[in-house]
């Protein structure tokens, strides 16, 4: 079961968070881009197979503390054909390297488009009388569920049927998300804390042995007090969290996501980490020649603000 997976690998790495690998080209080492330029051109193929480079450089360099990797589909949408054939190279090696893979689409649609959106994330492709292939074949992805349940059954139904995760947005870490999710119903609830409850009830077949579910939900660290909130809410729930770091949410943000136990939820970090080398704290200390150093580093800092946090929350 995906749950199962994924809290293993946090428990045998000691680390709860997430290495965001959502790249830009201009976040790429100026040596790395022109080397890719020469040889490939100033395209969408020369941008693309950088970032290759920089996103294996990355993986060597976290693999071995981080339990997992998440990876925005857009930012590899972008620059194309040659973008998702990128995305799907990363897949497949940071799965070889046991890292468990989260693709952030935020896919949704109903009916059969709904299945197809799934199908090439979580599912299989049926290929009539031939051998059956996969897509994109991630652990688990990012859902928004604002067209209602047969929106997200799709999804549900394929990680029954293959092992895999979602997560859906319940309370997301921008500026502006309280225009919706914020919105009070009749009865006085936020219309997050109403998809919250949808959200534990949709995972309640997919429970793992450490009590969880392989549906989750994803809850901004840029927003706390509503963290406590869903917490309470989502008891089956696993909560992915981003927001850390760049956006301005801290590690003792993000610990009002976890349970008492300081389990039930993993933390994202993205620019903070691919951008490490140019930092403030790390720039005096690796070059652009060693940002996958700096990376590491910046990794292990994370993880060690988390685990501090999370320590001193069981104790108060």
């Known amino acids: 079961m995906f749950i199962d997976k994924l809290i293993d690998n946090i ?12 790249p830009r080209i201009e976040y790429v080492p100026s040596l790395i881009r022109e080397e890719s330029y020469k040889e490939f051109g100033r395209n969408s ?55 468990i893979v989260i693709a952030d ?3 949704n649609d109903i009916g059969s488009t709904a299945q197809a959106y799934s199908t090439a994330f979580l599912g299989s492709i049926d290929l009539g009388e031939g051998p059956i292939d996969k897509a994109f074949d991630v652990d688990a992805l990012t859902v928004n569920p604002y067209l209602g349940y047969d929106g997200i059954k799709p999804f549900i139904d394929d990680c029954r049927d293959n092992n895999k995760g979602i997560f859906v947005l319940v309370k997301t870490s921008n500026k502006s998300s309280g ?11 936020s219309v997050y804390e109403v998809v919250a409850g949808y959200v534990e009830k949709w995972g309640n077949n997919l429970i793992g042995k450490y009590g969880y579910s392989s549906v989750g939900a994803v809850v901004g660290a840029t927003y706390p007090n509503q963290a406590k909130v869903l917490r309470s809410i989502l008891k089956s729930t696993y909560i992915l969290v981003p927001g850390y770091g760049a956006q301005g949410g801290t590690a003792r943000d993000a610990a009002h996501s976890f349970d008492k136990n300081g389990m039930g939820a993993i933390v994202n970090a993205s620019r903070s980490i ?27 800092r994370m993880r060690d603000e988390l685990n501090a946090a999370l320590q001193s929350k069981k104790s108060s």
């Open 45 to 99: 193929k020369g941008a693309a197979e950088a970032i290759w480079v920089f996103n294996k450089r990355i993986i060597d360099a976290v693999y071995d503390i981080a339990p997992a990797v998440k990876l925005q589909v857009a930012c590899y949408e972008m620059y194309g054909v040659e973008g998702m054939e990128v995305l799907s190279r990363t897949i497949k090696y940071a799965r070889e390297k046991g890292l």
């Open 274 to 300: 691919m951008c490490a080398y140019q930092s403030d704290l790390w720039k005096n200390e690796y070059n652009e020649d060693r940002f996958d150093e700096a990376s590491r580093a910046e990794a292990l």
């Open 179 to 189: 225009q919706l999710q914020d919105l009070l119903m009749q009865d006085g609830r």
């Open 11 to 22: 428990i045998e790495k000691n680390n709860p968070s997430v290495i965001g690998l959502d």
């Open 105 to 107: 689409g935020k896919r």
